[in-house]
């Protein structure tokens, strides 16, 4: 079993960061990939980056491309979301995920292991 934990979120102004966390325990997340997703209120859980198990490839939603960046400490066993130039719209609860078949997927039935989200609101 894989259990994940997300940390880092909180209330930010506009144009501000965050970096979020997910750290990983039970089974080792080494051996998969792992993304990061978001759910507003009212809207349906979207993807936002993923990251291949050696952390060589990457993929991000168009719309945080070139503002967030996904990394991965595999000796920690921890995922990171770097998130600059926050915006409004970037509210929302994010959740870490667990993929168990080799590969990047880019929708949430994609991934295995979820962890309970932590509240990332940026005000205006």
């Known amino acids: 079993q894989v259990q994940l934990v997300e940390s880092g979120g909180g209330l930010v102004q506009a144009g501000g960061s965050l970096r979020l966390s997910c750290a990983g325990s039970g089974r080792t997340i080494n051996s998969g990939t792992m993304g990061w997703f978001r759910q507003a209120p009212g809207k349906e859980r979207e993807f936002v980056a993923a990251?291949?198990?050696?952390?060589?490839?990457?993929q991000y939603t168009d719309s945080v491309k070139d503002r967030f960046t996904i990394s991965r400490d595999n000796a920690k066993n921890t995922v990171y979301l770097q998130m600059n130039s926050l915006k409004p719209e970037d509210t929302a609860v994010y959740y870490c995920?667990?993929?168990?078949?080799?590969?990047?997927?880019?929708?949430?039935?994609?991934?295995?292991?979820w962890g309970q989200g932590t509240q990332v609101t940026v005000s205006s």
């Open positions: 995920a667990r993929r168990t078949i080799v590969g990047i997927a880019l929708t949430a039935n994609g991934y295995t292991y």
């Open positions: 990251i291949s198990r050696s952390g060589a490839s990457t």
